[in-house]
């Protein structure tokens, strides 16, 4: 069966909802997001993202992107670009979700300068340290912080690939 978008969604525990842990935790959904389209071998060019507000409401925007992508970095510009584009401001936040739709393959193309095959190569090999010794093993230090806000669980029967 074809898969047509892929994203992941988390309500963060009501201590780490302040303004400090967006960032980080909107960095490693999108890792995550980007962790499994490479798993996939697929790229995205939509991108949708949605933050609910702990004082209610939310804000919601997508966008699509000039190249298709599949770096969990390039995600996350992309939804802070949304932030910052509609100058929403919040203090507190209760959930967040990235999806990346519009999927492909990923392109055997190579570039003309060769950057996109230097990015894939430390994706690689990012994926291949962090499936040896344990997700996040290894990490950009933008969601370091996160990593106190995440408790590993899985929505039961969420995930159609696992």
């Known amino acids: ?90 203090e507190k936040f209760a959930a967040i979700s990235v999806t990346l739709a519009s999927l492909r393959p990923i392109s055997k193309q190579r570039s003309l300068f060769g950057d996109v095959e230097r990015n894939k190569d430390i994706l690689e090999a990012f994926d291949k340290i962090n499936k040896k010794y344990g997700r996040f093993t290894i990490c950009r230090a933008k969601m370091s912080s996160a990593k106190d806000v995440f408790r590993d669980s899985i929505g039961f029967g969420r995930i159609k690939e696992l």
């Open 1 to 90: 069966k074809e898969i047509k978008s892929m994203g992941h969604m988390y309500t963060v525990p009501k201590k780490f909802r302040a303004r400090k842990y967006f960032e980080p935790v909107l960095f490693r959904l999108s890792e995550m997001v980007g962790e499994r389209l490479r798993k996939k071998q697929l790229m995205g060019k939509t991108i949708f993202f949605y933050v609910r507000f702990s004082s209610g409401g939310g804000f919601g925007k997508s966008k699509r992107t000039s190249d298709f992508i599949w770096d969990g970095r390039e995600i996350f510009i992309y939804c802070l670009s949304m932030i910052k584009d509609f100058n929403v401001k919040f």
